[in-house]
């Protein structure tokens, strides 16, 4: 193999993994996607929603998750995960209005 067969391919090389990373750039850069899906039935309305977190440590936070009208505060560790308190969404709101008039 002469030396400049091996500049040939290095070269070659290099000219097809700058395209991949040219086609990878565009590709994020304008979000393309791929045609072949058209007509996709609507989604159904959320059912699960991240209503707020909050970090108590470095390594530990709660989250409040709402699911179908429940909301559940979890605790998030290393350790694993802890579901604090589950309660419905109307009697908190409830709560919140009975501890505000107090």
Same mark, same amino acid.
């Given at each position: 193999?002469?030396?400049?067969?091996?500049?040939?391919?290095v070269g070659a090389l290099a000219l097809v993994?700058?395209g991949l990373a040219g086609a990878l750039w565009?590709?994020?850069?304008?979000?393309?996607?791929?045609?072949?899906?058209?007509?996709?039935?609507?989604?159904?309305?959320?059912?699960? /929603?991240?209503?707020?977190?909050?970090?108590?440590?470095?390594?530990?936070?709660?989250?409040?998750v709402r699911r179908d009208g429940r909301e559940?505060?979890?605790?998030?560790?290393?350790?694993?995960?802890?579901?604090?308190?589950?309660?419905? /969404?109307?009697?908190?709101?409830?709560?919140? /209005?009975?501890? /505000?008039?107090?």
């Amino acid at each position: 193999m002469t030396f400049l067969a091996l500049l040939r391919m290095v070269g070659a090389l290099a000219l097809v993994l700058g395209g991949l990373a040219g086609a990878l750039w565009a590709v994020r850069r304008f979000d393309l996607r791929l045609p072949g899906r058209i007509g996709l039935a609507p989604r159904p309305e959320r059912r699960l /929603a991240l209503v707020e977190r909050l970090a108590v440590d470095p390594r530990r936070s709660l989250v409040l998750v709402r699911r179908d009208g429940r909301e559940h505060l979890l605790l998030i560790a290393p350790e694993g995960h802890v579901v604090v308190e589950a309660f419905d /969404a109307a009697d908190f709101g409830a709560l919140v /209005a009975a501890t /505000a008039d107090a």
